[in-house]
């Protein structure tokens, strides 16, 4: 199973050992006797784990009731909704936004200011066939999303936050969700220079712009406008991108921060920690010790 390197596996660990250890503010939405009254939520979301879903490739859900308030700048896209429909608050740039969903393309920078029971996330990694229309999002590369246009599959995310959720559930809602961003997408003809292009980085980490450019034989700006185009973001994000990956790999082992962080291509495990909580809202030391995410994989085609 590949969810974009590593991240099954680290995730697989965590999962183990939970075993072990047993534009605008929007209307309340449709889902209103879903909910679990607020107190009674409170209480039940206190010792809720996160639950990690992977059902497509380099797509996966992760729903989480444990509020972390940093200001996050993932390489994945994003979409976010409140499971039960009620809104959350979200900080982009210098705005604040109330809604019950929103999506995100790559590298935005934005921080959850609400609490955060009843969240779940849609990640979508930039080797998804789904990723590049988040672009569509338009040049602020974020929309507020219609959360009644969901309602359809309002059980289905309950089911995903609580952690009951089915593979038919997981899909339908990934259907209604990706729904929301419209039918367009990349071609098969862009699709596949992406993934050369992608793989041929992966082979070769240090190749510059130039050298993909004259590999090519085009002009510097015009690799750079290419690779943007058909991956979806610049060559030096999409080489962050897998410094990321391989952190979550390594994360999984038994080696020391420090060598995990020179191994990544960092300077230093402060280094590393400091971005690795730019990524997540939390330090890499407080994702090693996490330990109550339960992890459920459904079987998957190459085509979702």
Known sequence: ????????????????????????????????????????????DAARPDNLYVFA???????????RPFRLQPHSATIL??????????????????????????????????????LIALFVMPESPLFPRFVSLGPER??????????????????????????????????RLTGLLGEGGTDATTWHRARELMQLIAENPGLSLEELAAAHRITYSWMSRLFSHSVGIPLRDYKNWLRRRKVWELLATNLSLTEIAHRAGFSD?????????????????????????RYF??????HR
């Not at 809104?87 to 609400?114: C, D, W």
């Open 142 to 175: 974020f929309r507020l999303l219609d959360r009644d246009a969901l309602a359809t599959a309002d059980e289905d995310f309950v089911a995903l936050y609580e952690g009951h959720a089915e593979q038919d559930q997981a899909m339908r809602a990934y259907q």
């Open 57 to 67: 490739r380099y797509t996966f859900f992760y729903t989480t009731p444990h509020h």
């Open 1 to 44: 199973m590949n969810c974009g390197g590593a991240v099954v596996e680290i995730f697989r660990v965590r999962s183990a050992r939970a075993v072990d250890n047993n534009k605008t503010e929007q209307k309340e939405g449709s889902v209103a006797s879903l909910a679990e009254p607020s107190l009674a939520k409170s209480v039940a």
């Open 269 to 293: 495990s402060a280094h590393l920690s400091r971005t690795y909580r730019r990524w997540f809202g939390m330090t890499p030391s407080e994702s090693r010790r996490r330990k109550n995410v």
């Open 81 to 118: 909704l409140n499971a039960y429909g009620e809104p959350f608050k979200v900080m982009v740039g210098k705005r604040s936004y109330s809604t019950r969903a929103i999506a995100f393309g790559s590298l935005v920078s934005r921080q959850i200011i609400a609490p955060s029971s009843g």
């Open 297 to 302: 994989s459904f079987p998957f085609d190459g």
